[in-house]
């Protein structure tokens, strides 16, 4: 229930929740700023490569995240989560606090991308936890999803709208 309640709000899902979507996502990436699209409600993550956090991060849904190549990984630091968000499926919550580092590395063969992440929230948490997940290559078109105008199923239902016998004024 809470899953349908979360989406049914158009949440953004934050980090490390985003990770166990598996909506498909694009990577765009220019020389100081990695941009993640995701296909539900084209959210947009911005990952700012070869710099530092600001001095002072405020909290948002994402966060900020900042970036840097390790020889082929890419490592993905995030700080500053707003704390509606939850770590899994399960609506593990978290903090403020929450500390998240992602490395992404395409497979071998190029037909995926893993992602180590490690979690550290000490207001929630005894301990870092961690966890992996695998993005496939996949060239199929995005699909428009727009949870604002609840588009899911649109034309399976007859809608009505309610008419008064008379008018009220």
Known sequence: FRRVLFRSRCYPAGVPMILNQRDPVQ?????????????????????????????YVPHTWFGESVGHFEGDTLVVDTLGQNDKTYTDHFFTPHSGKIHVIERYKVSADHKAMQVQISVDDPDVFTMPWAAEATYRADRTPYEEVVCAENNRGFDSYPISIPTAAKPDF
Do not use: C, M, W
């Not at 990577?27 to 710099?51: G, K, M």
């Open 27 to 55: 990577f765009l990436q220019s020389p100081n700023e990695l941009t993640l699209v995701y296909e539900r409600d084209a959210l947009t993550r911005h990952i700012y490569l070869n710099q530092p956090h600001s001095k």
